[in-house]
Nanobody, 122 residues
């Protein structure tokens, strides 16, 4: 059973940076895509970034250049580096595994972490 545990969320001022971590366990095959999503109250969970098994990456168009996804295989941990944060980046961020994309270009995932709150103040 895949387990994902996020950490690193918190309160940061606009323009600042945060790095989220996602510790993984139970992954028996490494050929799946992992990634990050975020959600704000009253809105659907939205795709943030994806990390393929070959280290290729995907990003939401609006976040390219500010967010970077990476991993440390030795630590079984995935990261999301978030720079130049804006108040609209405030959300609960979720680590996800076994990402798939449908015919409409919408990402979803089979496994989810519990989420970590990121709040960006003005």
């Amino acid at each position: 059973q895949v387990q994902l545990v996020e950490s690193g969320g918190g309160l940061v001022q606009a323009g600042g940076s945060l790095r989220l971590s996602c510790a993984t366990s139970g992954r028996t095959f490494s050929f799946y895509t992992m990634g990050w999503f975020r959600q704000t109250p009253g809105k659907e969970r939205e795709f943030v970034a994806g990390l393929h098994y070959d280290e290729n990456t995907e990003y939401a168009d609006s976040l390219k250049g500010r967010f970077t996804v990476s991993r440390d295989p030795a630590k079984k941990t995935m990261y999301l580096q978030m720079d130049s944060l804006k108040p609209e980046d405030t959300a609960v961020y979720y680590c996800a595994d076994h990402l798939v994309i449908n015919e409409y270009g919408r990402w979803s995932a089979e496994y989810w972490g519990q989420g970590t709150q990121v709040t960006v103040s003005t």
